[in-house]
C-alpha cells in the first residue's frame, strides 16, 4: 500500500499557503499593471470592488440635455458646508450668470458590473463646432473612478456613492490647479449633474467662481 510520509504530509500546507499568496501577489500586480487612465483594458476585479457591482448601470444607454457653465458675480468667503451640500436652488440665484451652454449627448454602455464604456458628444454653441470625448466609468481597487478621454487632456475623478442615485465625484490637482466637486444623480428617465470648480489662480479660500449644471432625458431607443 502507498503511503504518504509525514515530511510530504507537513509540506503540503505550506506549498498550498506558497501558491496562493504566489496568485494573490500576481492578481494584484496585474491590476497595478492597468494604470487609472486606462480607458480600454478592464482592470481585474478584487473583492473590495464587489460594493460597487452595477453601481454605472442606471446610465446604460442614451442621454441628451444641456450643461450650463455659469461665473459668479461676486465671489464671498468659502463655506463648505454650502460647498458639500448642493442644491439646484443654488444654480438658480441672480448671483450666477451663464458664461457657456453645451448641447450634449452622452452614450453608456456596461461591459461588466464593473467597467462601462462612454462617449461624449459636446456641441458647443458659441464656437459652432461639436467635441467627441472617449471615457469609462470603472471600479478599479476598490475605488470608484471616471476617466474622459478629451482631445486636449485627459481628465479623472474619483467617485464615493451617495444614497441609492446619487455619485459624488471629485477631482483635486495642483499643478495646474482643477479641484471640482459634482454631484451625479441618475432616475430613470432624467440625469443631473450640480457642481463647482477653482481652476488656476482662483483662491480656494473664496467659494467658487465656475459652478456648473446639466440636466440629460433619456433618449427614446433607436436614437
Not at 506558497?18 to 501577489?25: C, E, Q, R
Not at 457653465?69 to 440665484?93: C, H, M, P, S, T
Not at 467617485?159 to 432616475?187: A, C, D, M
Amino acid at each position: 500500500m502507498y503511503s504518504t510520509s509525514p515530511t510530504l504530509r507537513l509540506k503540503a500546507p505550506v506549498i498550498k499557503l506558497f501558491l496562493l499568496s504566489l496568485f494573490v501577489a500576481l492578481h494584484w500586480q496585474c491590476n497595478r499593471m492597468v494604470p487609472i487612465d486606462d480607458i480600454e483594458r478592464p482592470p481585474v476585479v478584487v473583492e473590495a470592488d464587489q460594493a460597487y457591482a452595477d453601481v454605472y448601470k442606471p446610465l446604460d444607454g442614451h442621454w441628451k440635455g444641456q450643461f450650463f457653465v455659469f461665473e459668479a458675480k461676486e465671489i464671498g468667503e468659502r463655506d463648505d458646508a454650502v460647498l458639500y451640500n448642493l442644491k439646484r436652488e443654488l444654480i438658480q440665484q441672480d448671483r450666477l450668470s451663464i458664461v457657456n451652454t453645451l448641447v450634449v449627448d452622452q452614450f453608456y454602455e456596461s461591459e461588466s458590473p464593473f467597467f462601462q464604456k462612454v462617449k461624449i458628444m459636446d456641441f458647443y454653441e458659441e464656437k459652432g463646432e461639436t467635441e467627441v470625448s472617449l471615457g469609462v466609468n470603472k471600479v478599479q481597487d476598490g475605488k470608484m473612478w471616471c476617466v474622459v478621454r478629451k482631445p486636449n487632456e485627459t481628465v479623472i475623478h474619483e467617485g464615493s456613492k451617495e444614497g441609492e442615485h446619487t455619485i459624488i465625484w471629485q477631482r483635486n490637482e495642483q499643478s495646474p490647479q482643477r479641484v471640482e466637486y459634482f454631484k451625479e444623480t441618475v432616475l430613470p428617465n432624467t440625469y443631473e449633474i450640480i457642481g463647482w470648480g477653482y481652476y488656476e489662480g482662483d483662491d480656494l479660500t473664496k467659494m467658487p467662481k465656475t459652478w456648473f449644471y446639466a440636466q440629460y432625458h433619456r433618449a427614446p431607443e433607436g436614437q
